[in-house]
């Protein structure tokens, strides 16, 4: 059975739960990151928590913990209407292969049309031939005139 819930970051299950899942994240290829330390895993946990647009949605599968999904709601200043951005979209190693992704992704769509959102953008690595495939199916595409995702790193 496959329920949905938002993170209480008052809930201890919930952080816990959260933290687990971006540490497997991290570990995967497709995150390719070091594992946050304890301090740097209560710094997210207070962030994410305080920020006025960030919240998480857990997708559960016969109660345990299957994945999430990280979003913040912007402001479309074309559109004069909020957005959503999906940041992270993990679902634990355990989990894949079961369409699970693709039911939070449309359990995010009816967040954000409930939200009065004009779109929902996301990036995702081009090597990430799963997310891409899920990603098309559920109606996202590049944009035309195609954009660029860049960044500058300000950190080392």
Not at 15 to 29: C, E, I, N, R, S
Not at 124 to 149: I, S, T, W
Request: overall charge positive.
């Amino acid at each position: 059975m496959v329920t949905f819930e938002f993170c209480n970051f008052d809930n201890p299950d919930h952080t816990q739960a959260l933290l687990d899942l971006y540490d497997q994240y991290m570990k995967d290829p497709m995150g390719n990151a070091p594992a946050l330390d304890s301090e740097q895993q209560q710094k997210l946990i207070g962030a994410l928590k305080t920020h006025p647009s960030a919240f998480i949605l857990f997708i559960r599968m016969n109660g345990k913990y299957a994945g999430l999904a990280t979003c913040f709601e912007l402001l479309s200043t074309f559109k004069v209407q909020p957005y959503l951005y999906i940041h992270d979209v993990i679902i634990h190693s355990h989990f894949r292969g079961q369409r699970l992704g693709r039911k939070l992704l449309e359990q995010i769509t009816a967040e954000a049309r409930k939200r009065n959102c004009c779109k929902i953008a996301l990036e995702v690595r081009e090597d990430n031939q799963a997310a891409l495939r899920l990603y098309h199916h559920m109606g996202f595409a590049d944009c035309h005139p195609k954009l660029y995702f860049w960044t500058k790193n300000l950190n080392p």
